[in-house]
């Protein structure tokens, strides 16, 4: 498919779209819009009765009694027009700002619905920086679009062939000169246009080198000052500045002409007009029009208006071009995200809630704390009840992120259920891979994974990760008050729970010195927050969740060894009775762990409890005696 | 909401006086900007005059003044009755002469103002730089870094759209307006009282649009950016949001805060939705009221008060002067809305660093030798409590000193007022027997090294990192001190060994490789005292303790302070402090730590005995 044929569909998507939204209302606009323009387009024909009348009264010495009637009536049938034309308008304007808004809420929302079900491949694939431009920029430059270049385009467009008719109705010789005129307008607005368009992205692209450069140089503001280092990055800066400097200032050059070019070519196609009617009318040349009208005043002086009407709006649509542009780049990065497939989920199994009577378990609507996994048999049409323990095993699992790149080779894990099982070994040895599969934010390659003997393929991913606690490195918290943060992990946690989870995280002795206690709200993921305070909150969500089994990626990496040692007592019992998955760098973290698994390049390498693998005398008991180092 | 609170309007004096400071120079072209675009206006007021003129000569009945000046007084020739060719040329090569001034001026206008705007921010940026650049820590502080990047891009933009409208926009329109407004007086007389009354009614109802429609604006559009810090935080904790299930809880959230924000939209752009069709009924009126009183003087006169080219001028005229004022509505807004900016920006620019050189500051040091008497610091007067209490301390030139601790016991604090990088609230801190506020920052800060935790390599080259050190450092010094810092072994494992590029955060290195090449870096500062904060977190033990022997062995005269969290790294110090809630709790060698404090045996069991 070539360039154009995309820009077409891009436009035909939108529009199909935007109608889509608004079925009904958008024709209306439309019709309004047609109204206004087209009256808006017709007073030149007013003008020339009113200078006929005038003129005819001059000519033959008529009072103006006598004609004033005649006047009269054209002015009152003129007037009726404008206040259809206005009222068109105030609706038109109105249910415009209705649509607009409406039209990208519901695009927002497309956009962030569809988002929510992408699977997490599409995050670790695209920045963050680029899926958030797809909310602002992208978003705005439709917005753009939709409230402004769109309207203007079909009130141009009717505008155009209104007064275009009325010129030809009047006098073709004229009309064929504006038309002339315009021609060349557009050319030049064109080369213009394209010369800033072409700067504008040079100078987009210097902005965001000036943006990378600041934002390394604030960060490291600190370091900066420490070496005393300030005249040398203000003179790194001045280079990446002056640049910028340039590519913006050649930019708005050919931005800023655009409009007195145009505006003045409109002049001299203007003046044009009236010498070559002016010429025509004193020569007493042959008029070629629709109306057969000869030549008089009361036909130039009209056509100079229209004139002005005429390049007027040529002009406005040339100052939209750009932002149509825009707006179509804009609007294929949307849909190509609205294009993504989204996460497939074939599980069939579900969790539930269940009690035991008599020995046989039933499902119930309420927590019991005891739950089962829901297995419907298709073939016999029975459904059979497994009681969720936390029995999870990898057999000869191989994975690769990419096709061509295996990371994970014939990996096995046995996880019995209660049991603390940790992984140790380098950045990019595979610890969290194992863990994306288990809650399968990824699927294998080879090889098979059982949940309490069911194939993890089988159960519904939602109920899958509800079964799973996970806590992580990289802690992310919501806007909202701590309390909010903490029952992300249930929704229905009353106040009491979430305290109490914080108590086990070991987190509520500083959420209680917070200058709002609970109800502190935190901004931009927890800014004035510690990174080791983020983490208690973190494993006070999981905690209230208190799923039966728990994922914990580094989530103690930052919390100091001696609150950590406070905090362990509390995930001793958060993990009691609980599968869990451990990773972590600092081994006093995973000693006492029932087994540790050391993962190099894909494989794993030892396995065993602390005590086996230090007698063992292999690579764990190299990292634990400090010789080797991680990462 | 007023739109310009009269106490907004002094200190904004101020803070635009602050910002035009960085006009510089681009100031001759800020001033012909606005000479330029009177000539495009005057230019552009004059056209119509002449149409109308020319009209007067097509319709034939009379001349008019200027035609005789023209024509008797300066070329001398005896004109025609009724039209003629001659005279109409004339008008019409008079107007391409005008549009082609118009034209050329315009653009010549486009050019400096785009020169003029672009300028004042490009030094706008290079001042904000500079000032920041004179902070201290506690100026970084108050502003996060992020805050900075905002200011000088985005604030900084939104200041040079709205000094751009300033020179032209700002200058074109009034005049034009008022320029109009004469010409209409002059070609209509008695006509152009209509504008009297259309004008301040435009007016009035254009700028009730905007009191009104400003405040919901300003709120709107900070839900708007809430919204879209919300989606962020969406898609950076996407893992949290799906290992919780809870992609539709975020559904609901989202709809919830964007419904919101259109609604408020909605009545925002509703109301603006009036400007449309105020205007056209402006125009409308005057293009009715014209062609009823017009037609009737030009009947009534009999061409002589008034005629059709005055009529058709004065249309022009009144489309002129209604969309002028439009403009200025317009300039008014985006001015207005980049105030805030030009506030934020003259926030920083007015920032005064906590810390400067004294006038006759000291250039040399006499050793190595710190001294803390009764110290005490807190971060903010509005701080409830000192982060350091009291602290007396003395470290002996050329000792090793480990510092231990939990996190918040203000270990990071206390070396930091070394360097002078905060001042102590009370008390004093002496290097080399003189207190710390005595020397050049410049030299102190060179003469004591520091590590810091949050340590950063610069996008850049392995030399061009180190070289922060010592500019003027040469291969075989930075091969020296990456030696002692174990890093060279590393780095000439590299295919482009010293030459390697480091990425933007150094994340092509690991961990425990960057902070090796800190300390190298802080190294080549040859300093009297090497402060090194958790620096060597992520390095192996085994190297750990390599690099403190060399450190030893080649640094003797060189105070070394260490902070670490395992006891392994400070074990041999000459002294150890244990920091407990911003006093030194425990003072000691090692054996007298563990004989003293319990806090310490623990730790030192639970890390160092292998059962």
Avoid at chain 1, 23 to 28: A, E, R, W
Avoid at chain 1, 490 to 507: Q, S, Y
Avoid at chain 2, 264 to 289: H, S, W, Y
Avoid at chain 2, 485 to 504: K, L, R
């Amino acid at each position: 498919m070539n360039k154009k044929q995309t820009k077409k569909g891009t436009i035909a998507r939108l529009l199909s779209l935007l109608f889509g939204f608004y079925p009904v209302l958008l024709p209306v606009v439309i019709a309004l819009i047609i109204t206004t323009a087209a009256v808006g387009a017709m007073p030149s024909l007013f003008m020339n009765r009113v200078i006929d009348l005038i003129d005819g009264a001059l000519r033959n010495g008529t009072p103006y009694a006598e004609v004033a009637p005649a006047i009269i009536q054209v002015v009152l049938v003129l007037v009726c027009l404008y206040a259809v034309s206005l009222t068109a308008s105030f609706f038109q304007n109105r249910l415009m700002a209705v649509i607009t808004q409406g039209f990208l809420y519901k695009l927002r929302k497309k956009m962030f619905d569809g988002m929510q079900s992408l699977p997490i491949r599409y995050f670790d694939t695209h920045k963050s920086g680029d899926i958030m431009s797809y909310y602002t920029n992208d978003i705005d430059t439709l917005r753009q679009m939709v409230s402004q270049s769109f309207p203007q385009l079909l009130i141009s467009a009717v505008t155009l062939l209104t007064v275009f008719s009325i010129m030809v109705y009047f006098c073709l010789w004229l009309a064929l000169l504006v038309v002339v005129g315009v021609i060349l307008m557009t050319v030049l607005a064109r080369k213009v246009g394209g010369g800033s368009a072409k700067y504008f992205v040079r100078q987009q692209a210097a902005i965001g080198k000036t943006e990378g450069f600041v934002q390394e140089m604030m960060n490291g503001q600190k370091v900066v000052k420490v070496f005393c280092h300030e005249k040398e990055s203000i003179a790194d800066f001045d280079a990446i500045n002056d640049a910028l400097y340039e590519d913006s200032r050649r930019a708005h050059r050919y931005a800023n002409i655009l409009m007195p070019l145009l505006n003045n070519i409109g002049n001299i196609i203007y003046a044009l007009v009236a010498i070559v009617g002016g010429i025509l009318l004193v020569t007493g040349a042959r008029n070629v029009s629709l109306s057969g009208m000869a030549i008089s005043i009361a036909v130039i002086v009209p056509f100079l208006n229209m004139t002005k009407q005429f390049s007027g709006n040529v002009s406005q649509v040339s100052q939209q071009i750009n932002s149509i542009v825009m707006a179509m780049a804009g609007a294929g990065r949307i849909f190509a995200l609205l294009d993504e497939k989204p996460e497939t989920d074939e599980g069939y199994v579900t969790l539930v809630n269940a009690r035991e009577e008599n020995g046989v378990l039933v499902e119930t609507a309420e927590r019991t704390g005891i739950y089962a996994w829901k297995h419907p048999h298709r073939e016999e049409g029975t459904v059979t009840y497994t009681r969720l323990q936390g029995d999870v095993r990898l057999f000869d699992v191989d994975f690769g992120y990419t096709p061509e790149k295996t990371v994970l080779h014939n990996v096995d894990v046995y996880a019995k259920p209660g049991q603390k099982v940790a992984f140790v070994g380098a950045t990019g040895a595979g610890k969290t891979t194992i863990t994306n599969l288990i809650n399968r934010f990824y699927d294998i390659a080879d090889g098979k994974i059982r949940y309490d003997g069911i194939n993890i393929n089988k159960i519904k991913k939602a109920d899958l990760r509800r079964s799973l606690g996970i806590v992580l490195q990289e802690t992310n918290l919501f806007t909202g008050t701590v309390l909010d943060n903490i029952r992300y992990g249930r929704l229905d946690a009353t106040r009491e729970e979430c305290i109490a989870a914080a108590h086990l995280a070991g987190a509520d002795d500083f959420i209680t010195r917070l200058p709002e206690g609970y109800e502190t709200v935190l901004r931009q993921n927890g800014a004035n927050l510690s990174q080791g305070q983020r983490q208690l909150i973190a494993i006070a969500r999981a905690a209230v969740a208190a799923p039966p089994v728990m994922i914990l990626d580094e989530a103690t990496s930052s919390i100091d060894t001696r609150t950590e040692a406070l905090v362990q007592r509390g995930m001793d019992n958060l993990m009691k009775g609980r599968t869990v998955f451990v990773i972590a760098h600092r081994l006093s973290t995973v000693r006492n762990s029932n087994v540790i698994m050391v993962l190099e390049k894909g494989h794993i390498i030892e396995r065993g409890d602390h005590e086996s693998l230090l007698a063992e005398k292999g690579k764990y008991y190299q990292l634990y005696t400090g010789a080797f180092e991680l990462e | 909401m007023r739109l310009f609170p009269v106490a907004y309007a002094k200190e904004g004096n101020a803070m635009l006086k602050r910002l035009a400071a960085s006009i510089r120079e681009y100031k001759k072209k800020s001033i012909l900007t606005p000479i330029l675009v009177s000539v495009e206006v005057i230019m552009e007021c004059l056209i119509p005059f002449i149409i109308a003129t020319l009209v007067t000569e097509v319709e034939g009945k009379s001349h008019a003044g200027f035609t005789y000046w023209v024509f008797e007084r300066v070329l001398g020739q005896t004109l025609p009755a009724g039209s003629s060719l001659p005279v109409i040329v004339f008008y019409g090569c008079l107007l391409v002469v005008m549009a082609g001034i118009s034209l050329l001026f315009g653009t010549l206008a486009g050019m400096t103002g785009a020169d003029a705007s672009c300028g004042f921010a490009k030094n706008l940026r290079h001042d904000l730089f500079a000032k920041v650049q004179t902070f201290s820590f506690s100026n970084v502080d108050r502003f996060s870094s992020a805050s900075l990047v905002t200011r000088l891009t985005t604030d900084v933009a939104n200041v040079q759209m709205a000094y751009m409208m300033l020179i032209r926009v700002a200058v074109r329109c009034p005049f034009m307006l008022i320029f109009s407004m004469v010409m209409a007086f002059v070609m209509g007389g008695k006509m152009a009282l209509i504008f009297v009354a259309v004008v301040p009614f435009l007016g009035v109802v254009l700028f009730s649009i905007i009191h009104k429609v400003m405040p919901l604006f300003r709120r709107v559009f900070r839900k708007y950016d809430r919204l879209n810090e919300s989606i962020e935080e969406n898609v950076r904790g996407m893992r949290v949001v799906k290992s919780f299930v809870r992609e539709d809880y975020e559904r609901e959230k989202f709809d919830a805060a964007a419904s919101d924000v259109k609604n408020d939209f909605t009545r925002a752009e509703k109301i603006l939705a009036l400007n449309g069709p105020t205007m056209q009924l402006c125009l409308n009126t005057v293009m009715i009221f014209t062609l009823l009183f017009g037609s009737y003087l030009i009947i009534d006169t009999a061409g002589v008060a008034f005629n059709v080219g005055k009529l058709s001028a004065l249309l022009t005229y009144g489309f002129q002067i209604l969309f002028s004022l439009m403009m200025v509505s317009v300039v008014f807004v985006t001015i207005t809305m980049s105030l805030e900016s030009a506030r934020r920006i003259s926030e920083v620019l007015v920032e005064k660093p906590a810390i400067q050189s004294p006038k006759e500051p000291l250039l040399s040091m006499k050793d190595g030798s710190v001294v803390f008497e009764g110290v005490s610091f807190r971060y903010s007067e509005k701080a409830e409590k000192n982060a350091l209490e009291n602290i007396n301390l003395h470290i002996q030139s050329g000792e090793t000193v480990g510092i231990l601790g939990g996190t918040g016991t203000s270990k990071t604090t206390l070396i930091q007022l070394i360097s002078r990088l905060y001042d102590a609230t009370e008390g004093r801190v002496l290097v080399g027997g003189e207190d710390v506020r005595s020397y050049d920052v410049t030299f102190l800060r060179d003469s004591v090294a520091v590590v810091l935790q949050k340590n950063l390599l610069f996008s850049g080259t392995i030399k061009e990192n180190l070289r922060w050190g010592n500019p003027l450092a040469t291969d075989e010094e930075l091969i020296e001190a990456c030696k002692m810092a174990e890093a060279h072994e590393f780095v000439s494992s590299f295919p482009q060994g010293y030459d390697t590029y480091i990425e933007q955060g150094g994340s092509n290195v690991s961990g425990g490789q960057k902070q090796r090449l800190c300390i190298a870096r802080a190294l080549l500062k040859k300093p009297k005292i090497l402060i090194l904060d958790d620096s060597t977190s992520a390095v192996d033990t085994k190297t750990d303790a390599m690099i403190r022997f060399a450190l030893k062995t080649y640094m003797p005269e060189t105070t070394k302070i260490i902070i670490a969290q395992r006891v392994a790294s400070v074990m041999d110090a000459d002294k150890i402090l244990w920091m407990d809630g911003g006093k030194i709790a425990y003072m000691g060698t090692h054996e007298e730590l563990l004989a003293s404090s319990s806090e310490y045996r623990e730790i030192y069991e639970s890390q160092c005995k292998v059962d």
